[in-house]
């Protein structure tokens, strides 16, 4: 029955919105003009966010356009902590569309009729990214469908980035399970592909797209994750965290294919006495997708005081600076990790799975240690080793950081879109 009645309200919000939407469309049509250095963004989950490599990377990005003198809209779902609202975050308006755990077509026509009505007040739509598997066919095809109509019928530029994570995104993986039309529809969607990974970029160019598709890689603020020795200790102590203990982390969402549960079973037996391990993570009622956090939970108590589960953190840079270690047992494949890359700002020993994404992206033995996929024993090794004798691994730190200041600042990737955004000026 509640649902019901929420879904009879969601249809009464939308025939507003409509009735709403066309004159306020005809007044723009007809007497006000293009917007100039203005970009809308679409994130179809939690924003902002406390974690999460999309999302973490729009925001950086919405920020630093905003520096530039860019005026910047990002459109998004309710977080169920932050009800549908609008406000101004970090120099950039931001409207939620909700609620997020009812039907994506829903968020998808809130957006059409949000850029419908104001299609005069920005140039680009970014779209952060377009989900797609064989039972999501209700969020995939909408989203594209926006983009191509804004595209065709409003010349506006549709700039897509690719995630290079869930398999289920990447190109390769439409292209085999798209009908002709639908793969033809998606690669006509956009004006610009923007790619992380070298796999994606190669399969884009190779199918008579290169003059569409460019490479971009993530980037990050390395000062915001600089942590003092004073400050380390304050925060260890405040955790209730031995001064002299080495500190394993882990950072992301709980669900199965970022691998907490693997690394907290691996920690089960190791029973590290110089070392503590520390998680953070969305809870379970956080989650978008089906996740394990319950499962995780578990294992934190089966570990005992040697694990500490932090939950949801809106801050996590203020934590990274703890660690010593940060592992990230990812299984599939993964984009080029945001969380990976704040790892290394933060100098961190980063012990990562050998999956696509990674590979190619870290150097082993220079500035992390790679295991394969799944390998708990192989997992267990290395942190035995790595946590017995930490400073004969600190280098890897130290190249990690200065890699990451040199080749991934945030900067570059503001300039980078910057670029591409003005294009149409």
């Known amino acids: 029955m509640k649902k019901f009645v929420t879904y009879v309200l969601m249809g009464y919000y939308l025939l507003l919105e409509m009735i709403i939407t066309f004159p306020i469309f005809l007044y723009g049509l007809c007497f006000k003009k293009q917007k100039n250095y203005s970009v809308v963004f679409v994130a179809a989950s ?13 925001r950086d990005l919405a920020i630093g356009l905003v520096k530039k003198g860019w005026k910047v809209e990002v459109l998004t779902k309710d977080d169920e902590v932050r009800a549908r609202s609008e406000e101004m975050f970090q120099g950039y308006h931001l409207t939620r569309f909700g609620p997020i755990r009812m039907e994506s077509w829903y968020f998808t026509l809130c957006i059409f009729l949000w850029l419908l009505r104001n299609f005069r007040a920005y140039q680009t739509i970014y ?13 995939f095809i909408p989203e594209v469908a926006v983009s191509w109509f804004f595209k065709t019928f409003f010349k506006k530029q549709t700039v897509l980035r690719l995630s290079g994570g869930s398999v289920e995104r990447i190109p390769q993986y439409l292209y085999h399970t798209l009908s002709p039309w639908k793969w033809n529809l998606y690669c006509n969607s956009v004006s610009v592909f923007t790619s992380l990974s070298n796999d994606e970029y190669d399969f884009l160019v190779s199918n008579g797209l290169k003059y569409k598709t460019k490479k971009v890689f993530n980037g990050v603020n390395v000062k915001q994750y600089k942590m003092l020795s004073q400050e380390k200790v304050q925060r260890k102590k405040e955790l209730g965290l031995e001064k002299d203990k080495v500190i394993v982390g ?50 934190v108590k089966e570990c005992g005081d040697s694990a500490v589960f932090l939950g949801r953190k809106d801050d996590p840079w203020n934590y990274l600076g703890l660690f010593d270690i940060m592992v990230c047992p990812y299984r599939v494949r993964e984009g080029m990790s945001s969380t990976i890359l704040q790892g290394m700002a933060a100098k961190n020993i980063i012990i990562a799975s050998e999956i696509p994404g990674i590979i190619g992206f870290l150097k082993p033995g220079y500035d992390a240690i790679l295991f394969p996929e799944d390998d708990e024993v192989a997992l267990e090794k290395i942190l035995k080793k790595v946590i017995n004798d930490v400073e004969k691994y600190r280098y890897l730190a130290e190249n ?26």
């Open 400 to 425: 990690a950081f200065e890699r990451v200041k040199e080749e991934f600042p945030i900067e570059k990737v503001v300039d980078f879109y910057h670029k591409i955004f003005k294009r149409n000026k």
């Open 127 to 139: 779209f952060l990214n377009f989900s797609y598997s064989k039972n999501r066919l209700g969020v």
């Open 46 to 58: 939690f924003y902002p966010t406390h974690i999460g490599g999309i999302e973490c990377a729009g």
């Open 250 to 299: 882990f950072i992301g969402r709980f669900t199965s294919r970022k691998g907490a549960d693997l690394l907290l079973r691996v920690w089960k037996r190791i029973k590290a006495e110089n070392a503590s391990l520390i998680l953070i993570g969305p809870s379970q009622k956080d989650m978008v997708q089906k996740s394990n956090a319950d499962k995780v939970r578990e294992l």
